[in-house]
């Protein structure tokens, strides 16, 4: 049997098998359009379209996903008490005396405080580990093979902006094929290998385009809701028990939260998200109005 740690680097090696073919479809529609095709008066948009596709998408693979830093750690004392436990109420004792100075509001379904074993840290809201990158991720949303990363607060506007820039690519390139994918099947065009080129372009594009454009507008209904992948499919839970909208706080402030407050660099593959990944602010209802508000201004405001 294989060691373990020569196992774990063909993983790595496999995983960017779906990376390295979304390379090459993308460089073979390059060479198929700009040398083959050459329709000179789309070259200027086509490039601009091109270029910021692969700028997004470039951020979204290399774009380190953020962890929690030491402060959601246990103590070497707290460490040893809690891997001496043997009962789970103790070790939510332990738990709860080390997370109480931790701006920490979502809990387990079971109303603990959510702690990870394998990377050993009290997890901060809307955190998650992650077991491809084997890390906890900071409001992780998924893990994406297609850029062999985990999409999460530290490149979760960049994967928004790949999708959005994916479908202007495909689309332009759609459309302005169209007119000699007809002349192909009404045999108007030259009988050059360019043809194929012409053919496949269009069927591609056309299937990139309908496939991405279901994926995209799904996010952009999790960005309006303030959302992750892993919060529409099982909500956050909060001391007063599940909550799907815990963290929505309108329309206006959840875009903002992903894309920023500076409206000229929404469409720029440059991280603008605010806050820092630990604390969010949130909607708690509770049974005490002003303890709500407190919560809410402790959570806006951390430290």
């Not at 198929?32 to 700028?55: D, G, K, N, P, R």
């Amino acid at each position: 049997m294989a060691p373990s740690h020569v196992l774990r680097c063909c993983q790595r090696v496999l995983a960017w098998i779906p990376v390295a073919f979304i390379t090459m479809v993308v460089c073979w529609s390059y060479y198929a359009y700009v040398v083959e095709l050459c329709v000179f008066i789309y070259l200027t948009v086509f490039h601009f379209s091109f270029f910021m596709f692969v700028w997004s998408y470039w951020k979204t693979i290399f774009t380190r996903p953020s962890s929690p830093t030491k402060e959601f750690s246990l103590s070497k004392v707290d460490k040893e008490q809690y891997e001496r436990a043997e009962r789970p109420e103790t070790q939510q004792e332990i738990l709860k005396r080390a997370a109480r100075e931790l701006p920490i509001y979502t809990r387990t379904g079971s109303g603990g405080i959510r702690y990870c074993d394998r990377c050993q840290v009290i997890k901060p809201d809307r955190c998650h580990h992650c077991s491809a990158c084997d890390m906890c991720v900071l409001k992780m949303d998924h893990h994406c093979p297609w850029v062999n990363n985990c999409v999460g607060f530290s490149n979760y506007k960049f994967f928004i902006l790949f999708l959005a820039y994916a479908l202007v690519y495909c689309l332009f390139i759609a459309t302005t094929v169209l007119q000699y994918f007809i002349k192909f099947w009404t045999n108007e065009l030259p009988d050059t290998h360019a043809k194929f080129h012409v053919l496949f372009l269009f069927f591609v594009a056309a299937m990139f385009f309908i496939s991405i454009l279901s994926l995209f507008s799904y996010h952009l209904w999790l960005v309006g809701k303030n959302r992750s992948t892993i919060e529409a499919f099982r909500a956050p839970v909060f001391s007063n028990g599940p909550d799907k909208n815990g963290f929505s706080l309108g329309f206006r402030k959840n875009v903002t939260q992903v894309f920023g407050d500076q409206g000229r660099l929404w469409l720029l593959p440059f991280f603008t998200s605010l806050g820092d990944g630990y604390t969010f602010p949130t909607r708690l209802v509770t049974a005490d109005p002003e303890q709500a508000t407190a919560v809410l201004h402790t959570s806006a405001n951390p430290g």
